[in-house]
């Protein structure tokens, strides 16, 4: 089973402390033993770090516990192979350009007989369902939303829910989505998320290689969401998404919910992990 | 003036020590103090480091002096910003997918006038002048490439060498590209290259993390080839490249050369530098 963990903040943090509780599930805690990966993004800077050995034994993952990487919005996931090989190149987050951003999506779920017929706007890399659903969600909203300059959540969010309910219907999609100005994400059948005004164990932005620029003044409350497959934290207040549940977040608050008629998930075994 | 580094190998192998002489010269041994990056490819996988800081300060390029992380092709640049910010979204090697496959590119040189009209396949995610020049070289590929699957170098080489010609006529245009299968090389008016059946600052693959798979035996002689701005160790034999040559290598050996009609590089301060 894999796991999830995004971040979305109203000003630049780290996420140290929380990222070494959820790199521990890979192989420490949990059994996701498959590799590991992070995005981080603050406005239209985007940095990937990916690994394809435990988590939890990640010389990288240990480097980035300790390195302030400051970021508005992060994107994790663990993963245990259930489709592909246990390789770097099938490693979430995958990562792609539109409309002059850079989109990273990490996947939680089975697709079952899902095979969309690409364009080639957008191929896969690997061999993963997430990243063939990936290709399609981003070659349908180029489609849908053509354009130049950065999509507005308020248009990307209606037609992500229409493309998510037909992915959801191969089964489980569970995603993390973001452009580093909005984070999508979808609780398909597990997924939760907490929101703190000021939590102890997400850092301020601290002076180092800090450039805040007119265009971003520590103003008002800091604002942090997090989400994630499993509670990562006992002191925080975590709420579960509704079954089919995609929302919205920017600067730190959830803005916009939509209920998605997805398929109830099945017990099966073979739609269960990934 | 930004420097160049690449690297392509006929089996894996880590570029350790040459990545610290690399990575010196952002800062403590040259003026490069804007960033840098580098990707790593091993086939179709590939991983992007970038940092906005120097690179002799940077603990991510220190920790990757140490971290073995294995690749047949390696593209690295350390920057002077002389077009757009100093900013993360502006730091090289920038990263694109095209038929299946991430294509890394880094540029030396600055092109001046150069405002090509992009269809919006690739669009730049910073200001740069290079990631423009980038995007346009991926769109056309992309045009008059069509198909899926890796594309071979026999393809790309001769277009690539009619697209770095137009683009060449704006200005200094020194790249490298690849798509983890070859790396291709514009000298336009700065780099050289060396060859070496198995230096010792270059370190055999090790045992650890290794899944060599059927598909990689160690067979034949290891051979490497580097490329970079200025030759980067005294003991190897490098070789400038004749200006306006494009060369193509792959599995560690030069394999395709064609000589670009470039005009002569401008004596002009603002032609030179970047």
Same mark, same amino acid.
């Given at each position: 089973?894999?796991?999830?963990?995004?971040?979305?903040?109203?000003?630049?943090?780290?996420?140290?402390?929380?990222?070494?509780?959820?790199?521990?599930?890979?192989?420490?805690?949990?059994?996701?033993?498959?590799?590991?990966?992070?995005?981080?993004?603050?406005?239209?800077?985007?940095?990937?770090?990916?690994? %394809? &050995?435990?988590?939890?034994?990640?010389?990288?993952?240990?480097?980035?516990?300790?390195?302030?990487?400051?970021?508005?919005?992060?994107?994790?996931?663990?993963?245990?192979?259930?489709?592909?090989?246990? %390789?770097?190149?099938?490693?979430?987050?995958?990562?792609?350009?539109? &409309?002059?951003?850079?989109?990273?999506?990490?996947?939680?779920?089975?697709?079952?007989?899902?095979?969309?017929?690409?364009?080639?706007?957008?191929?896969?890399?690997?061999?993963?369902?997430?990243?063939?659903?990936?290709?399609?969600?981003?070659?349908?909203?180029?489609?849908?939303?053509?354009?130049?300059?950065?999509?507005?959540?308020?248009?990307? $969010?209606?037609?992500?829910?229409?493309?998510?309910?037909?992915?959801?219907?191969?089964?489980?999609?569970?995603?993390?989505?973001?452009?580093?100005?909005?984070?999508?994400?979808?609780?398909?059948?597990?997924?939760?998320?907490?929101?703190?005004? $000021? =939590?102890?164990?997400?850092? =301020? &932005?601290?002076?180092?290689?800090? &450039?805040?620029?007119?265009?971003?003044?520590?103003?008002? =409350?800091?604002?942090?969401?997090?989400?994630?497959?499993?509670?990562?934290?006992?002191?925080?207040?975590?709420?579960?998404?509704?079954?089919?549940?995609?929302?919205?977040?920017?600067?730190?608050?959830?803005?916009?919910?939509?209920?998605?008629?997805?398929?109830?998930?099945?017990?099966?075994?073979?739609?269960?992990? $990934?």
């Amino acid at each position: 089973m894999c796991q999830l963990f995004a971040m979305n903040s109203s000003r630049p943090v780290t996420v140290n402390a929380a990222l070494g509780a959820f790199t521990d599930r890979g192989g420490r805690t949990g059994d996701h033993v498959d590799g590991w990966g992070i995005a981080f993004h603050e406005g239209r800077r985007s940095r990937v770090f990916l690994d %394809d &050995r435990r988590a939890c034994d990640s010389a990288l993952a240990a480097f980035l516990g300790l390195y302030p990487i400051q970021a508005t919005t992060v994107i994790a996931h663990v993963r245990k192979a259930t489709h592909g090989q246990p %390789d770097l190149v099938n490693c979430h987050p995958f990562q792609r350009e539109w &409309r002059g951003r850079l989109w990273s999506f990490s996947h939680n779920g089975k697709l079952v007989d899902y095979q969309p017929v690409l364009s080639g706007d957008y191929l896969p890399v690997g061999e993963t369902d997430s990243e063939r659903a990936f290709c399609w969600l981003m070659e349908q909203l180029r489609q849908r939303l053509p354009g130049r300059g950065s999509p507005r959540w308020q248009e990307v $969010a209606p037609v992500l829910a229409e493309l998510a309910t037909a992915i959801g219907q191969h089964g489980e999609f569970n995603f993390t989505l973001t452009d580093g100005e909005a984070l999508y994400a979808l609780g398909a059948t597990r997924l939760a998320w907490t929101q703190q005004p $000021a =939590p102890l164990h997400v850092l =301020p &932005r601290s002076g180092e290689g800090d &450039r805040p620029g007119p265009g971003r003044p520590p103003r008002g =409350p800091q604002r942090i969401v997090q989400v994630a497959t499993e509670p990562l934290s006992h002191g925080d207040r975590w709420q579960v998404f509704t079954p089919g549940e995609l929302k919205v977040f920017t600067r730190g608050e959830a803005i916009w919910s939509r209920q998605l008629d997805l398929p109830r998930p099945q017990p099966h075994p073979a739609a269960l992990a $990934a």
